[in-house]
């Protein structure tokens, strides 16, 4: 399994298990959270904590942009970006 998978495995099931709208439906990878109903701007806060925790990033407010928290691939994006330049530095 890639990084990008277990990423993407752990901000899912990071997903379904705080946001029980999320287990409702079947949540593709690519399904906007924001506009699904999945989540609110308190669920992205939520979000926040959760990375920052799980994979031991600091998010400033510029990473806390829809571009970002849109779905589970461009969170589990975002997140594999920031530990390759976590990595490096």
Do not use: H, W, Y
């Not at 999945?38 to 829809?66: H, K, P, Q």
């Amino acid at each position: 399994m890639s990084q990008l998978d277990e990423i993407r495995s752990q901000v899912r099931t990071f997903i379904l298990k705080q946001f029980p709208v999320a287990q409702r439906t079947s949540l593709g990878d690519a399904e906007s959270l924001v506009e699904s109903g999945i989540i609110d701007s308190m669920g992205v806060l939520e979000l926040v904590t959760f990375i920052e925790a799980e994979f031991d990033l600091v998010l400033s407010d510029e990473d806390v942009v829809s571009e970002n928290f849109d779905s589970i691939a461009t969170i589990s994006s975002f997140i594999e970006e920031r530990l390759a330049i976590s990595s490096e530095g």
